[in-house]
Antibody
Framework: QITLKESGPTLVKPTETLTLTCNFS??????????VGWIRQPPGKALEWLAL???????RYSPSLKSRLTITKDTSKHQVVLKMTNMDPVDTATYYC????????????WGQGALVTVSS | QSILTQPPSVSGAPGQTITISCTGN?????????VHWYQQLPGTAPKLLIY???NRPSGVPDRFSGSKSGTSASLAITGLQAEDEADYYC???????????FGGGTKLTVL
């Protein structure tokens, strides 16, 4: 059974760096083809893909946010970490991590999401 | 920038059939890139509803079906039920961006 769960601060100040952790179980990030992605959703708005990391450490970033994002993995801890710098109130959103397999190009298992509010 | 366009809202009465369209502005959508659909019930995480244009994951009722033609895709729901009231998102991969894109979402209201 694949499960994912996001954790991190619920409130960050403008200009700070957000660090989110995705803890997962039921799969390994050392398995060929597997990836974990991050997707966010501002309140009342649409989903937006942010970043994804593959089993082989290949990393992909949304072009519009690439300069602010860093995604890393710790295979032994079953964790993926997303860092987003220079947070702004417009970054207020629910952040989801999700399981991905390279040949399917979708996100088939999602975490419950973590709401992050950016405010001074 | 790749965009997937969906109608903001659709509605239907119980038992009726509705369709939700998803149109891509990039030829990459039609160039062999599959479209996937997600259902997001109020206050919950998205759930994969249709993958690879037409396929249903285990447990998804056959009232839900997907299709794709060229750079457009559609989600159809037959025999509409109150529990289908949710937001629906299409998603694809844009090889020119080397990234994944979501549609703007469609809110389904069951009258």
């Amino acid at each position: 059974q694949i499960t994912l769960k996001e954790s991190g601060p619920t409130l960050v100040k403008p200009t700070e760096t957000l660090t989110l952790t995705c803890n997962f179980s039921g799969f390994s990030l050392s398995t060929s083809g597997v990836g974990v992605g991050w997707i966010r959703q501002p309140p009342g708005k649409a989903l937006e893909w942010l970043a994804l990391i593959y089993w082989n450490d290949d990393k992909r970033y949304s072009p519009s946010l690439k300069s602010r994002l860093t995604i890393t993995k710790d295979t032994s801890k079953h964790q993926v970490v997303l860092k987003m710098t220079n947070m702004d109130p417009v970054d207020t959103a629910t952040y989801y991590c999700a399981h991905h397999f390279w040949s399917r190009n979708n996100f088939d298992y999602w975490g419950q999401g973590a709401l992050v509010t950016v405010s001074s | 920038q790749s965009i997937l366009t969906q109608p903001p809202s659709v509605s239907g009465a119980p038992g009726q059939t509705i369709t939700i369209s998803c149109t891509g502005n990039s030829p990459k959508i039609g160039a062999g890139n599959d479209v996937h659909w997600y259902q997001q019930l109020p206050g919950t995480a998205p759930k994969l509803l249709i993958y690879g244009n037409t396929n249903r994951p285990s447990g998804v009722p056959d009232r839900f079906s997907g299709s794709k033609s060229g750079t457009s895709a559609s989600l159809a729901i037959t025999g509409l039920q109150a529990e289908d009231e949710a937001d629906y998102y299409c998603q694809s991969y844009d090889s020119s961006l080397s990234g994944w894109v979501f549609g703007g979402g469609t809110k389904l209201t069951v009258l």
